[in-house]
């Protein structure tokens, strides 16, 4: 699937085909093919289009303008889909907020981005009805599903009011910022990853080719207020498929949903997986429609994806993918928390130095191409561009293999350091995962004045009667004894962040308050 590059890319003359240009094309070749599913709710492509420009006319007509902020605060509905791709049509920025956030988190964020328009549902408004009209106004607050009585919000209706706009101009800011995509900001302030039109195009053309199977029937469980879910439905709309949706994820309905509607692809994280096998273990559904199965947000433990093509017999594929950068990775052929490159032209491993690393050896990753991003945004008219001669050091470091494979090996501030041994949490954590009585696995180091860290383990398990003292034992026999744990505390459930992603920097701040070092 590498397709290197040969010459450096030649000016670009073409004026650029957008994605709401082609959703435009679409409803006019076949307006009366499906494009979204919504539990009986059956969305054409020509029924889409229509409600697309109907809502580009709602913010024009309350003064925005191109480069103003809209925040974006819904679950998997139609409107989320119509939304991002009105504010493409406009020109405005789209903002999505993060669902599981609290007004004490969200406030901060709203008063950096200077947002002028909130469009949300009214299960999750109550996160945001304390705001101060100061930082968001409060005529300027919108709600999808209409039940504004009582909350001072005003319902959708008004903003698709207006009649349907014929008139397709072309776009005049496809560089400009189009996209701000929140990080998860578990070590300190969240970042916000800006994106043009131009570089979300080019993410959902590297998309494509990374399936197995086309973007037939994409179920869409993942959270469109992230990258992963946002993304999946703009290559599936791009080639004229189908996005079931499951407005929040259950593993239950969406087993059903795969049935029911023969989806072809997933895009799901580690613990949605795990919940899907229970669920289909319990309860068997006709699954053999889906094609690929892909995996990203967090790594991904073998025996995971060995109980997946089990259960599902179809493979779990492992992509690096994170906010800044989507679609330079696609999926490696074993089973492992490994991918391979698209184009190894846009693609770096180094050392400290910033010298190419040999093969084998472990580096942080480089990144460049045109599905990057543009830089972290501050305020209008600020972007901090990041790059360094065209290469964003992403953090992450991995190795690659003789045969092409790239390993994950820690993100580098979690590579944990030992006595001047390097130990990859991963690792560790896929070898504790290997006892039948572990189901997920955390590894973290703590600071400690002799070794430099010392390294604590967090286990969920399976069977109340397991016995720490036989996982550390199984342990012993897989890892070397400088990369054992010195204490394994078991848990109810792991951490997470808001991103669904295990919370390290919480269980570090957990293992450094720990009153014992020996292995309990």
Known sequence: MSCPETRPHPVQTQRLITLHERLFESAEARPDAVALIAGDDIWTYGRLARHVRRLSQGPRAQGLKPGDRIALHLTNKPETVIAYYACMLTGVIAVPLNNRLTRAELEPQLRRLQVSLYLGQSDLYGAIAGVDGSILDAGRRFLVDGLSQGTGAKAWSELIEHQEDEVRRAPAHVDEPALLLSTSGTTGEPKFVTHTQRTVCAITQACQAVASRPYDVALIATPMMHGAGLVTVLATLAINGICVLLDRFDPAAALDLIERHRCTLLIWLPFMYAAAIAVQIAQPRNVTSLGTCLVAGDTTPRNLQEEFLRVFGVRMRNVLAMSESVGTFTYGFDIGPVCRAVDMNRVRLVDPEGNTVKRGEAGELLLRGPNMFVGYWHGPGH????????????????????????????????????????????????????????????????????????????????????????????????VASYKMPERLIVVDKLSRNSLGKVDRARLKSIGEHLDSWHAT
């Open 383 to 478: 972007i901090d561009d990041t790059r360094k001669d065209g290469w964003w050091a992403t953090g992450d470091v991995l190795r690659q293999d003789e045969a092409g494979d790239f390993w994950y090996v820690a993100r580098k501030k979690n590579l944990i350091v030992r006595g001047g041994s390097n130990i990859s949490p991963v690792e560790v954590e896929d070898a504790l995962l290997v006892h039948r009585g572990v189901r997920e696995a955390a590894i973290v180091g703590v600071p400690d004045a002799v070794l430099g860290q010392r390294v604590i383990g967090f286990v969920e398990l399976t069977e109340a009667a397991t016995q720490v003292e036989e996982v550390l034992l199984d342990l012993s026999t897989r």
